[in-house]
């Protein structure tokens, strides 16, 4: 799985960003997501629903501990499914806080 920060460009899969991850991840079979406090985690296939396509934030950073209920989300998220490895900005405060929960299982991998 790939998890990204919120991408400035929606659909997300129409970002540059998402065009140079499916070049880097062509050989693997690769989950790509992006967070979004409010909204959780969206697939990038279906980042042009109603409302991920249509969410503006004017903030770029929040503090994890203001999203009890995306914390919630994360773990049933990661508990419903099997992810051998997650990549991800290890720069992204945000993501990071949570990747912490994650089970031991999964290996954590930065995507930079």
């Not at 070049?23 to 629903?49: R, T, W």
């Not at 919630?72 to 949570?98: L, Y």
């Amino acid at each position: 799985m790939v998890i990204t920060s919120e991408p400035t460009i929606k659909p997300a899969y129409l970002s540059r960003e998402y065009t140079i991850l499916k070049k880097k991840f062509a050989h693997d079979s690769v989950q790509f997501c992006y967070c979004n406090p409010f909204l959780g985690m969206i697939p990038f296939e279906i980042s042009d629903i109603y409302p991920a396509s249509h969410y503006v934030s004017t903030r770029t950073e929040f503090r994890p501990e203001d999203f009890p209920v995306f914390e919630k989300t994360w773990n049933i998220f990661f508990a419903k499914n099997q992810f051998v490895a997650i990549h991800c900005n290890k720069n992204d405060k945000f993501i990071e806080s949570f990747v912490k929960s994650l089970p031991s299982g999964i290996k954590i991998k930065n995507l930079n």
